[in-house]
């Protein structure tokens, strides 16, 4: 066999798709597919017993899923790439596989064409996302992230709610007063407010703070 060829595995639940995709990337010269699996374990094996190049996994599969089939894959003896192909796309399965070790995620409405070039781009290590998934990425990283407030902080805000001044405040907490300034600038800052009860009135809103 040219050494150029790409060896590849594919697992899948569902044998009309299986057959389906191998029959895509059979007909291509350059990629060889050396073996089906119908669940996440016999991925694994069909894997350590041929070192493909590329594993083209569905995620949801019996006795082993692909995101566990993923992790025994990529902690395996094998330099075998992971590419991840379903209809799923939500952001915790996205995650769930990326944190796994895959090095690409698909979705099954790519055209043959994508896949293809997904395959050559896997077992060249680069990351392969469907653009779907790409903007789920990205809208992910563009959330911000939720505010949080240290235990001690939520005592200041809660001694403030009760209307304690600042004094009050330190002497509940057995704190100087200087500090409490100085907590009360921090959550002012991560709470984006100017003023003390504008500060009780948004950890409220967002659940940093419960009052009886």
């Known amino acids: ?22 029959a895509l990337l059979a007909a291509e010269p350059t990629i ?6 119908a669940d996440g374990r016999e991925a694994a094996d069909l894997v350590e017993r041929h070192a493909p190049d590329v594993v083209l996994l569905d995620l949801r599969m019996p006795v082993l899923d692909g995101v566990a089939a993923t992790s ?8 075998s790439r992971v590419l991840i192909l379903t ?5 915790a399965d996205i995650e769930r596989a990326v944190e796994a070790g895959a090095v690409g995620y698909l979705l099954k409405d790519t055209t043959r064409e994508q896949l293809i070039d997904a395959v050559r781009s896997a077992a060249r290590g680069e990351t392969v996302l469907s653009p779907r998934v ?16 240290t235990p001690r902080e939520v005592d200041v805000l809660n001694a403030v709610a ?16 200087a500090t409490v300034k100085t907590h009360l600038l921090r959550i002012f800052a991560k709470l984006d407010v100017a ?15 419960t009052r009886p």
């Open 195 to 209: 003023d003390r009860t504008r500060a009780v009135v948004i950890a409220l809103e967002q659940g940093l703070l």
């Open 162 to 177: 009760d209307g304690l001044s600042n004094a009050e405040i330190g002497k509940r907490l057995v704190i100087a007063e």
């Open 1 to 22: 066999m040219p050494k150029d060829v790409l060896r590849v595995v594919v697992a899948d639940d569902h044998p009309a798709m299986r057959a389906g995709v191998t």
């Open 32 to 37: 060889d597919v050396v073996g089906e699996a």
């Open 72 to 79: 025994r894959i990529v902690e395996g003896p094998t330099t």
């Open 87 to 91: 209809t799923y796309d939500t952001d």
């Open 134 to 149: 790409a903007q789920h990425l990205v809208a992910r990283m563009r959330r911000p992230a939720p505010t949080t407030l």
